[in-house]
């Protein structure tokens, strides 16, 4: 698809008039590429006071000359998952994700630190995730896992068993992405481009065809880009996980990033309980009386331990 022409002020409409809505599809160097309400895309620039925007954002914006578009404002946000980017600022990385899909398999093994570190920040964004266990069709026994996996479900988390492979869990899978914005994250190795490419078969990139067209391809690939999926939905593929690590984390967010600890947090005698050994522990408590699984809290007081190492 080429980037369409913008249409000229024919009918001597003012300015207001020519603003229309639209979709950041991907970064193209400065600027963004923005997909219209009739599904064309165009290259569009932004005034700096607007602030930085990102794929899944969006906006309005009017035609300029040559082809081109200006973005005149960026419309709220539901949410925005950023990426530390030096003299403690960050960047936005993807906006308006309704869910993010943690993929894993057992093989390579499940990092259950790295699915709860995801789940934090999905938490801490109110971005909903669900647990995608890839790669079943090699059936292995994994006790430790299956406990994990049984516990996500029990704290509400909604597992889903698939294999990129044998296509089984396909369909649901499709079905969960159906009319959403998501993106797949997960470690190296565990299935996340085999299962895009299972749900984009042609990788229809509207994105792709407009930075080959407009010869600035080079800056797309470092980037998150938006895919229209052809049942309806979007993807975003987002290279790099570290949007999810835990930079952005306070102690504070870990542990209500746990969500069965938020029940319980209120509950501790100290607002600024570490949930550690300290004195009146709501958590604590709750573990003592079977409320939380001791593995997730275990898992947390690494996590923590980690976080507090960054901050020395
Ligand atoms: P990514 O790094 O998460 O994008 O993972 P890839 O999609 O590149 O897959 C990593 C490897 O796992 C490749 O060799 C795939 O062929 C393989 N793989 C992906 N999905 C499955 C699956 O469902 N079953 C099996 N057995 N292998 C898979
Ligand atoms: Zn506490």
């Not at 308006?96 to 699915?115: G, Y």
């Not at 090699?138 to 068993?161: C, M, N, S, T, W």
């Not at 996340?192 to 509207?206: G, I, Q």
């Not at 065809?209 to 690939?221: A, D, E, I, M």
Request: hydrophobic residues 35%; glycine residues 8%.
């Amino acid at each position: 698809m080429n980037v369409k022409r913008s249409k000229t002020n024919k009918n001597n409409r003012t300015k207001t008039d020519d603003m229309a809505e639209g979709l950041v599809v991907s970064h193209l160097g400065k600027s963004l590429a923005v997909e219209t309400a009739d599904g064309d895309v165009v290259l569009c620039h932004t005034r700096r006071r607007l602030g930085l925007m990102t794929v899944g954002d969006r906006v309005l914006w009017e035609p300029t000359e040559g082809n081109l578009g200006l973005i005149v404002k960026l419309l709220p946000r539901v949410s925005l998952l950023s990426r530390p980017s030096g003299n403690s600022k960050s960047r936005p990385v993807a906006a308006n994700l309704d869910q993010v899909l943690v993929v894993f398999s057992a093989r390579p093994r499940c990092d259950l630190l790295l699915v709860d570190q995801y789940l934090v920040n999905c938490e801490n964004h109110s971005i909903k995730a669900l647990l995608v266990y890839n790669k079943i069709d090699l059936d292995i026994k994994d006790q430790q896992l299956e406990f994990a996996l049984d516990l996500y479900h029990r704290i509400g988390y909604e597992v889903l068993p698939i294999s990129a492979k044998s296509k089984f869990g396909l369909g649901q899978f499709k079905r969960t992405l159906k009319n959403r914005t998501s993106m797949l994250a997960g470690q190296s190795g565990v299935g996340k481009s085999s299962l895009t490419n299972a749900v984009l078969p042609d990788k229809n990139l509207k994105t792709g065809t407009l930075s080959h067209s407009s010869h600035h391809g080079k800056h797309t690939t470092t980037t998150a880009k938006l895919y229209n999926l052809p049942d309806g939905g979007r993807l975003i593929d987002s290279p790099g996980v570290s949007v999810f690590g835990l930079s952005n984390i306070s102690a504070a967010d870990l542990a209500y990033g746990y969500r069965e600890f938020q029940d319980y947090i209120p509950h501790c005698k100290f607002n600024d309980c570490r949930h550690l050994d300290d004195k009146g522990c709501a958590v604590v408590a709750a573990i003592d009386h079977g409320k939380i699984e001791i593995s997730r809290y275990d898992r947390f007081r690494k996590l923590r331990s980690k976080l507090v190492t960054n901050a020395g």
